[in-house]
């Protein structure tokens, strides 16, 4: 266990900042589920819906700093081909 006050701050700041890049990233795998899901059924419609609603989320978590750049960008192209496929 950290002695130094500064420590102990960084500590408890690292648990809160895991804790919410954590029910950020719950957020993104799930979204992505459902474009999957959506895609497994070959629903184009709900497959579209489900892409702007993870879209949205992939993004949120980019901007956030969860995710880097490249990371958002390539999850959103994955998913986009995978949805166009189907159309």
């Known amino acids: 266990m950290a ?3 500064s420590a102990k701050k960084r500590i408890l700041v690292n648990e809160t900042k895991a804790a919410r890049n954590k029910t950020i990233k719950s957020k993104v795998k799930t979204a992505v589920k ?3 899901a ?3 059924q070959k629903d184009a419609e709900a497959a579209r819906t489900a892409l702007h609603a993870a879209i949205v989320e992939i993004s949120k978590a980019g901007s956030k700093g969860v995710y880097h750049k490249k990371t958002v960008s ?3 192209s994955r998913l986009s081909k995978a ?3 189907i159309a």
């Open 3 to 5: 002695n130094i006050k």
């Open 34 to 36: 459902k474009v999957e």
């Open 38 to 40: 959506a895609i497994a």
């Open 74 to 76: 390539r999850k959103i």
């Open 83 to 85: 949805v166009n496929s």
